[in-house]
């Protein structure tokens, strides 16, 4: 996942784009980057790192223009060590694009194949986001009728990304001196919304990955994007909007709602908190089936995302529900971390107990999920240590047995703690006296009885049914050789020695 932002507004965007970033920064801490749009030119910076530390006051100085967008990175594709291929990405031709994307491409080997033999494009990075562009690009080009660009030539152009383009993608860019362009793949898997503000100069639009980000700014949450779907602000801040596939779907990740969103957001018309306390009544209500609910003292949840799901399960089990762990707010989300080794160094210095709500106690752990399990095994020693008699686990998700091709970084299944082992063999790997996972029709109904018309999810992880019906058993051996091949590189080398650092900062 990443975090992205557009915007068309009536004053600098700069701060604007800035502000709305360390909103999204849960979405990606890996590199952010913010392009902005001055008359026909563009002005770009961008770097590894947490947007507080790739942004300063001279580099902020540098971004003028009312329109613009930015993007948080979480490496899924291509090095999580290479500033080269933070995003947004540029190219000159035609008319000068640039852009930024959440999502994972699952058909880049043969676009970049396309690109190089049938395109006569050079792409630069192993990012499947440049490839995005350059197909985008292409497509504009083979569209244009002239020199000029009109609604039709950009929205024939996004039709044959989706025809082309398979995989999760919701997308930002700035066309220059045209304006700003904004879809999303034909299942909406990846989630994108925009909100309006109406000012005494006109009209403003900006458009994030999530709702958060539009209150924040101070913006009215409009509409989602729907899955396929273009919506383009021109320079006169005149909104525009196409279907431009065939056949959409709605099928969004449901991966967003049990951890990868801000509880305070609104995915698809439907509260992310709010499902979370539905999955902590489903949860409740499996654990009251498989444990003896006397014999649990207390319930702690796993700080932070886990919270609502434990709250609501203690109050409809009558347990008492008490914060067993601290976190350290400075050090970033243990998941998103680039490295194994990384990630498991990490869980001591992001989680102190209270000793007091462990010792002598027989405890409920409440996680969101369970993925690896190198975050579950270091809590439950850590519960031990501080004196808990017993150690019981709930995850407010299913067993992740399969994995995520569309944005999530847990692509092999080596690495997934639940793949060829049954729930209690999870359980004695990560320590725990117990272990209930949650139920994947219950997990649905979760955020389905929010949105009775919301029925179709992407629950590949859990079930192994990819929405977009191209990934093969071929496929994910392919990109498990891959990761494991370039995990190997970088303990030699540090990383792809072959990418040029390219850093735009003044107009094309």
């Known amino acids: 996942m990443c975090g992205i932002?557009?915007?068309?507004?009536?004053?600098p965007v700069n701060q604007l784009l800035y502000d709305g970033l360390m909103v999204l920064q849960h979405r990606g801490q890996d590199a952010a980057g913010i392009a902005t749009g001055e008359s026909d030119a563009f002005h770009m910076?961008?770097?590894?790192?947490?947007?507080?530390?790739?942004?300063?006051t001279r580099n902020m100085r540098a971004l003028p223009g009312s329109m613009g967008i930015a993007h948080c990175r979480y490496p899924t594709a291509g090095s999580s060590s290479d500033s080269a291929e933070s995003q947004p990405f540029y190219v000159?031709?035609?008319?000068g694009l640039v852009l930024a994307h959440n999502g994972n491409l699952t058909n880049t080997e043969?676009?970049?194949?396309?690109?190089?033999?049938?395109?006569?494009?050079?792409?630069?990075?192993?990012?499947?986001?440049?490839?995005?562009?350059?197909?985008?690009?292409?497509?504009?080009?083979?569209?244009?009728?002239?020199?000029?660009?009109?609604?039709?030539?950009?929205?024939?152009?996004?039709?044959?990304?989706?025809r082309r383009c398979k995989g999760a993608y919701a997308v930002v860019m700035l066309i220059a001196g045209y304006g700003l362009l904004a879809f999303r793949d034909p299942y909406g898997i990846r989630p994108l919304v925009i909100g309006i503000n109406e000012?005494?100069?006109?009209?403003?639009?900006?458009?994030?990955?999530?709702?958060?980000?539009?209150?924040?700014?101070?913006?009215r949450v409009l509409r989602d994007v729907a899955p396929g779907e273009a919506i383009f602000i021109d320079m006169a801040h005149?909104?525009?909007?196409r279907q431009c596939a065939q056949n959409p779907v709605l099928s969004p990740c449901?991966?967003?709602?049990?951890?990868?969103?801000?509880?305070?957001?609104?995915?698809?018309?439907?509260?992310?908190?709010?499902?979370r306390l539905r999955m902590g009544e489903h949860l409740a209500d499996k654990v009251a089936?498989?444990?003896?609910?006397?014999?649990?003292?207390?319930v702690i949840p796993i700080p932070d995302s886990s919270r609502p799901a434990a709250m609501q399960l203690a109050q409809r089990l009558g347990i008492p529900y008490r914060e067993g762990y601290v976190k350290n707010r400075y050090i970033g989300r243990t998941f998103i971390m680039p490295g194994q080794s990384t990630r498991k160094n990490s869980v001591r210095h992001k989680l102190n107990t209270v000793t007091q709500e462990f010792k002598d106690k027989r405890v409920l752990l409440v996680d969101d999920s369970i993925v690896r399990g190198t975050t579950s095994r270091e809590i439950v020693e850590m519960a031990r240590a501080a004196g808990a008699r017993k150690v019981y686990f709930a995850s407010a998700a299913p067993p992740v047995r399969f994995p995520n091709v569309y944005g999530i970084d847990m692509p092999t299944r080596s690495e997934l703690i639940a793949t060829g082992r049954t729930d209690d063999e999870i359980c004695l790997e990560i320590g725990a006296d117990a272990l209930v996972y949650q139920d994947l029709d219950a997990l649905k109904a979760s955020v389905r009885e929010l949105k009775r018309t919301l029925c179709s999810f992407d629950c590949s992880c859990f079930d192994g049914q990819y929405v977009t019906g191209d990934i093969t058993t071929e496929y994910l051996d392919a990109i498990e050789q891959t990761r494991e091949g370039k995990l190997a590189a970088n303990r030699i080398d540090g990383g792809d020695s072959r990418q040029l650092h390219l850093n735009l900062h003044s107009g094309h």
Request: aromatic fraction near 8%.
């Open 254 to 275: 449901i991966f967003e709602y049990v951890y990868l969103a801000r509880p305070d957001s609104v995915i698809d018309g439907v509260s992310v908190y709010e499902t």
């Open 92 to 95: 000159n031709s035609p008319f």
């Open 5 to 11: 932002l557009g915007v068309v507004a009536t004053t």
């Open 289 to 298: 089936r498989e444990l003896a609910i006397e014999d649990i003292d207390v």
């Open 238 to 241: 005149q909104m525009h909007h």
């Open 110 to 162: 043969q676009l970049q194949e396309e690109m190089f033999r049938q395109d006569l494009r050079h792409i630069n990075t192993n990012s499947d986001s440049e490839v995005l562009l350059n197909v985008l690009a292409h497509e504009l080009q083979d569209a244009a009728k002239g020199f000029r660009l009109d609604l039709d030539t950009i929205f024939s152009a996004v039709a044959g990304v989706h």
């Open 45 to 56: 910076h961008k770097g590894s790192g947490l947007v507080r530390d790739v942004f300063r």
């Open 199 to 219: 000012t005494a100069k006109g009209m403003e639009y900006l458009v994030a990955s999530e709702s958060v980000a539009l209150d924040t700014l101070g913006y």
